[in-house]
């Protein structure tokens, strides 16, 4: 079943005085996947976002959400839409449900208790609903902020570095309630500079640099599908690596690991030829590049 497209950005363009802030950035989101926007702190995501959501303006492109266009239907636009900015604010002295309640009663479209109560227990706050916010951990006023957020069950969800300060605790039940909104069909948009976060969340990757859009696509080895790395652990090492290379294989010392280039899957070539020239295998594995691995390979200078 094909998803849904639930937001596309098309070439849109940022100005202050004469400096271009964001550059002709495009990239899309469909439903039940999950978008990471990456970049260094300073490359334009809380921009883009921002813009997102109508609190700054474009200067060129277009922006449509479920089809509607944010700049001639905002208010059709903006009902698809769930957000989180910055960091999330509520009422202290308030207790959860009653912060909630006060969103409801400005929802533009109606919220049964039944559907406050799924909310609930979807972020997992069923037991602290009922205790003040200024009790709160970090963690637990993320989730609110994210039950907030999708109280009038948007189709798009947008997140400015959710994860920022979550202990190890907080980060996984927010993969966990994350991975639920994506099965909902939900499409979710994240910003972080964090690789470690958005490699375990992220279907899709839009990586930004310097106010433009430097890659859009999957998060594994996007650039090239037909290629294929393996790593050979041998304790022949040597004469695993000089055959090889006899062979024409484009194959390199990785720690304890030779990693081979192939241009096509000749795995089970590769490993026949490999014992029938007595090359002991210990390990024979695919590798997959890390999103640190290709993060340092798309961008220029190597790092955040």
Same mark, same amino acid.
């Given at each position: 079943?094909?998803?849904?497209?639930?937001?596309?950005?098309?070439?849109?363009?940022?100005?202050?005085?004469?400096?271009?802030?964001?550059?002709?950035?495009?990239?899309?989101?469909?439903?039940?996947?999950?978008?990471?926007?990456?970049?260094?702190?300073?490359?334009?995501?809380?921009?883009?976002?921002?813009?997102?959501?109508?609190?700054?303006?474009?200067?060129?492109?277009?922006?449509?959400?479920?089809?509607?266009?944010?700049?001639?239907?905002?208010?059709?636009?903006?009902?698809?839409?769930?957000?989180?900015?910055?960091?999330?604010?509520?009422?202290?002295?308030?207790?959860?449900?009653?912060?909630?309640?006060?969103?409801?009663?400005?929802?533009?479209?109606?919220?049964?208790?039944?559907?406050?109560?799924?909310? /609930?227990?979807? !972020?997992?706050?069923? &037991? +602290?609903?009922?205790?003040?916010? =200024?009790?709160?951990? %970090?963690?637990?006023?993320?989730?609110?902020?994210?039950?907030?957020?999708?109280?009038?069950?948007?189709?798009?969800?947008?997140?400015?570095?959710?994860?920022?300060?979550?202990?190890?605790?907080?980060?996984?039940?927010?993969?966990?309630?994350?991975?639920?909104?994506?099965?909902?069909?939900?499409?979710?948009?994240?910003?972080?500079?964090?690789?470690?976060?958005?490699?375990?969340?992220?279907?899709?990757?839009?990586?930004?640099?310097?106010?433009? /859009?430097?890659? !859009?696509?999957?998060? &594994? +080895?996007?650039?090239?599908?037909? =290629?294929?790395?393996? %790593?050979?652990?041998?304790?022949?090492?040597?004469?695993?690596?000089?055959?090889?290379?006899?062979?024409?294989?484009?194959?390199?010392?990785?720690?304890?690991?030779?990693?081979?280039?192939?241009?096509?899957?000749?795995?089970?070539?590769?490993?026949?030829?490999?014992?029938?020239?007595?090359?002991?295998?210990?390990?024979?594995?695919?590798?997959?590049?890390?999103?640190?691995?290709?993060?340092?390979?798309?961008?220029?200078?190597?790092?955040?």
């Amino acid at each position: 079943m094909e998803s849904k497209r639930v937001l596309e950005v098309e070439a849109i363009s940022k100005r202050i005085g004469k400096k271009n802030i964001i550059n002709d950035a495009s990239f899309t989101v469909d439903g039940g996947k999950v978008t990471g926007l990456l970049g260094p702190n300073g490359a334009g995501k809380t921009t883009i976002i921002r813009m997102l959501v109508g609190l700054m303006c474009h200067d060129e492109g277009k922006i449509q959400i479920n089809g509607q266009s944010i700049s001639t239907n905002f208010k059709e636009a903006m009902a698809h839409v769930g957000a989180i900015v910055e960091n999330p604010e509520f009422y202290n002295y308030m207790t959860g449900l009653e912060n909630l309640k006060q969103y409801v009663r400005m929802s533009l479209k109606p919220v049964t208790d039944e559907a406050l109560n799924q909310v /609930i227990r979807s !972020v997992h706050l069923e &037991n +602290n609903i009922n205790q003040k916010v =200024k009790t709160y951990s %970090l963690g637990m006023r993320q989730r609110l902020g994210v039950a907030q957020a999708i109280l009038h069950q948007p189709d798009l969800l947008l997140l400015d570095e959710p994860m920022n300060g979550l202990d190890p605790k907080g980060m996984r039940e927010f993969r966990e309630m994350i991975q639920n909104l994506k099965n909902q069909g939900v499409g979710v948009l994240i910003s972080s500079h964090q690789l470690s976060d958005m490699e375990l969340l992220c279907d899709d990757l839009v990586l930004v640099q310097k106010g433009e /859009i430097t890659y !859009v696509g999957p998060m &594994n +080895n996007p650039e090239d599908e037909k =290629k294929w790395t393996v %790593l050979l652990e041998t304790n022949q090492q040597q004469q695993a690596l000089d055959f090889l290379k006899e062979l024409e294989y484009a194959a390199t010392v990785d720690g304890n690991y030779i990693k081979i280039e192939l241009k096509e899957d000749t795995r089970t070539l590769l490993v026949k030829q490999l014992v029938d020239n007595g090359i002991d295998i210990k390990e024979f594995k695919v590798h997959v590049d890390s999103l640190e691995e290709n993060f340092l390979r798309w961008t220029e200078d190597g790092g955040l």
